[in-house]
């Protein structure tokens, strides 16, 4: 599953955007498509993210896809009150995520911590650093804790148009089971969890006046992530649109 904005949240004085991603994963255990939801809005009081994934690999019984396979759903709350301080970097963060993905349940989790967001002049490069406590619903959790660092180049190498954008996600879990690269179930008690995804897009309809449109993909890197031990790449190509 494509956890695509998983963190690519926008600063406070980025624009509100709703965009639709499609996605064909070419990882090996995948080879599906994926579809990204996703909205970022900001207010006086900070800015609301959400996006909703589905991965498109259910079949019928003649082995053709008929409906989704997944649905994985974020939605984070940033809260900054005192945006004309010299605080105005850092914000309260709340988030909420979970979901199910070919029978695996990705089970409910709560986030509470802090954002600090470091950007240029004019806001085409961005960096967050978020430090969240992480609950897990029915999951013992030694180190309840997660990192997160999101960044945003826009028009990189001075090229109009190409983004490089992407997340980067550590926490830990314990007593859950995974599958190694043979399908095999190992235990584990005490894990770190690792999950990246970045992506490069270009606004290919800049060309020929439809700048909604946009083409790219992304590499999602993880390691002991969901139901896989061990490390996974999984390059994806896709096209998105911006409303």
């Not at 409906?67 to 970097?89: D, K």
């Amino acid at each position: 599953m494509a956890f695509t904005a998983a963190a690519l949240l926008f600063a406070q004085g980025a624009k509100a955007q709703t965009n639709l991603q499609v996605f064909y994963d070419f990882g090996s255990d995948r080879q599906h498509v994926t579809t990204t939801l996703e909205g970022f809005y900001n207010d006086n009081w900070g800015n609301t993210f959400f996006f909703i994934d589905h991965d498109f690999n259910a079949k019928d019984a003649k082995g053709k896809v008929e409906a989704p396979s997944g649905t994985y759903m974020e939605v984070a709350r940033c809260l900054n009150f005192w945006q004309n301080t010299a605080l105005a970097p850092l914000s309260l963060q709340v988030e909420y995520n979970g979901g199910v993905y070919n029978g695996y349940t990705i089970k409910n989790a709560m986030l509470v911590g802090l954002d600090w967001f470091l950007h240029s002049a004019d806001f085409n490069n961005t960096f967050n650093f978020k430090v969240l406590y992480k609950k897990i619903w029915n999951t013992t959790q030694n180190v309840p804790l997660q990192f997160t660092f999101v960044w945003g180049l826009q028009d990189l190498f001075g090229a109009k148009g190409l983004r490089f954008s992407g997340f980067a996600d550590f926490w830990w879990e314990d007593h859950l089971l995974f599958a190694d690269h043979a399908g095999d179930m190992l235990p584990t008690t005490s894990h770190t969890v690792f999950i990246s995804e970045p992506q490069l897009w270009y606004n290919i309809g800049q060309h020929f006046g439809c700048d909604n449109l946009n083409i790219g993909g992304e590499v999602e890197l993880s390691f002991d992530f969901g139901t896989k031990k061990g490390f996974w790449c999984r390059p994806c190509a896709g096209i998105k649109w911006v409303f």
